[in-house]
């Protein structure tokens, strides 16, 4: 799927797609964004990165008509979402003050502060002496956050979600929580599993759903990521499409559209590989411990053969996503690099 080509969902909605991660040759991975007309306003899911998605979007909104509004919502403040976030500047040049919204959640504010510098050490940090390369963990962040170019995730009207009040949301026959926009239209469901900040976004007009990240598979790899409410996440999602609530299911990463079948197939497999994933952790730690570098080979060899994919399956997101999973687990860690070890907790009092 060629970078920044477009896709028309129905008359209001455009999906436009992103492409992956090849650090080998500097290119940056691009999430998928959704450019959406509601009413008179324009609603952008995420803005990628790099000037040539930059101008598909700006092209995907010219192609939806005239708006009043404008409405900027980020998933969640991974580089690869928020490089082009003052594209909102020039879509709103001609509006009125005011008429302009960006949020995106307080817990990945940070992120927009620095580029991504402070959460991307810390990440790698997790897998220094693990991953051949990571030995400066700061320098390896810097390194990997360089390609994301040009990056300006901040703008004047930036605001976080947490400033609004909190809603119940209801879709379908889900109780959820979150904040919505534009009557309703519009709903930011709070979700953070693939990270702290992470939300989904609902278009009641489209009876779609962004998934964002949420589905880029069934373990996380982010020193943030929730395992128990990615796998939540999936399971509403796949909720509302077998009750016939949503139709079309986008994500970030995954460069196609997911139509009733094809999203109940998608969800249900993720969720199906969760399970078998689990499994296959528990039989490689045992009973009390395992070896931290043993542990990545063979859970990403289990992974492989169950079938997983990820945004990114390279040695260093593979590596974060088996201590992610040992995290999951409940182990705790002790040592540092190669000589690295996770245990259970020990609770009995026997010798």
């Known amino acids: 799927m060629p970078l920044a080509e477009v896709v028309e969902i129905d008359p209001q909605t455009r999906l436009v797609f992103g492409q992956g991660l090849d650090l080998a040759h500097g290119q940056p991975d691009v999430a998928n964004a959704i450019v959406h007309l509601t009413g008179e306003t324009l ?17 995907a909104a010219e192609s939806l008509g005239t708006w009043s509004e404008v409405l900027l919502l980020t998933t969640h403040g991974h580089a690869d979402h928020v490089g082009n976030n003052d594209l909102i500047e020039s879509l709103a040049a001609d509006l009125p003050l ?43 962040a810097q390194a990997l956050m360089s390609i994301f170019q040009p990056m300006v995730p901040r ?7 947490e400033e609004l ?7 379908g026959p889900l109780h959820l929580s979150g904040w919505s926009f534009c009557d309703g239209a519009i709903q930011a469901i709070r979700t953070r599993g693939h990270c702290a900040g ?13 998934l964002s990240d949420e589905s880029n598979g069934p373990c996380g790899a982010m020193h943030d990521a929730n395992q128990l409410n990615i796998v939540r996440a999936v ?3 796949l909720t509302l499409v077998e009750t016939g609530h949503v139709d079309v299911v986008t994500e970030g990463h995954r460069f196609e559209l997911l139509r009733r079948d094809a999203a109940i197939a998608r969800l249900s497999d993720i969720l199906n590989q969760a399970a078998e994933l689990d499994a296959a952790a528990g039989r ?25 994919t990820g945004a990114n399956p390279n040695p260093m997101f593979n590596a974060m996503t088996a201590l992610e999973k040992l995290h999951d687990q409940g182990l705790v860690p002790s040592g540092d690099g190669p000589e690295q070890k996770w245990r259970r907790p020990r609770l009995n009092t026997e010798p």
């Open 98 to 140: 005011g008429r302009a919204r960006h949020y995106v959640s307080a817990f990945d504010a940070g992120q927009l502060l620095d580029n991504g510098q402070t959460y991307w050490t810390r990440s790698l940090a997790r897998v220094q002496g693990l991953v051949r390369g990571v030995d400066d963990p700061a320098a390896s």
């Open 235 to 237: 399971g509403d999602a």
């Open 165 to 171: 009040p909190l809603e119940h949301l209801r879709v």
């Open 198 to 210: 992470q939300i989904v976004v609902h278009l009641a007009d489209s009876k779609l759903i962004h």
């Open 43 to 59: 609603v952008l899911v995420d803005t990628g990165v790099t000037i040539a998605f930059r101008d598909a979007l700006a092209a």
């Open 284 to 308: 490689l730690i045992g009973a009390d411990s395992c070896d931290t570098a043993t542990f990545i080979d063979e859970f990403t060899a289990e992974a492989e053969r169950i079938g997983v």
């Open 155 to 161: 703008t004047r009207f930036t605001r976080t979600f």
